[in-house]
């Protein structure tokens, strides 16, 4: 079994910035995807960036040039850095684990409790 713990999750006003952590213990099964999926009220969820234990990255078009994913290989542990945030950033965000190739949030097998990002004046 695998447990994903998020933090870092809060209030900010647009153009502010926040930092997501999450954190992969237990039975970790390696070479992995992790990722960042959000889900706002009333919408679909949406991956949002991810990162293989090899370095390859990709994000969606929503959150490029704003947003950056990085992981500490050996700890199994990902990072979110936010900038320039804007109110339709405001969802609740989830780590999520998967093995290499996946593609859609349902594909993952793991998935973290999820922290609630508002961006709001």
């Known amino acids: 079994q695998v447990q994903l713990e998020e933090s870092g999750g809060g209030s900010v006003q647009p153009g502010g910035s926040l930092r997501l952590s999450c954190a992969a213990s237990?039975?970790?099964?390696?070479?992995?995807?992790m990722a960042w999926c959000r889900q706002a009220p009333g919408k679909q969820r949406e991956l949002i960036a991810r990162?293989?234990?090899?370095?390859?990255?990709n994000y969606a078009d929503s959150v490029k040039g704003r947003f950056t994913i990085s992981r500490d290989g050996p700890q199994n542990t990902i990072y979110l850095q936010m900038n320039s945030l804007k109110p339709e950033d405001t969802a609740v965000y989830y780590c999520?684990?998967?093995?290499?190739?996946?593609?859609?949030?349902?594909?993952?097998?793991?998935w973290g409790q999820g922290t609630q990002v508002t961006v709001s004046s």
């Open positions: 999520i684990l998967g093995r290499i190739g996946v593609r859609t949030p349902l594909e993952y097998d793991y």
């Open positions: 237990g039975r970790v099964f390696s070479p992995n995807t």
């Open positions: 990162i293989t234990t090899g370095g390859n990255i």
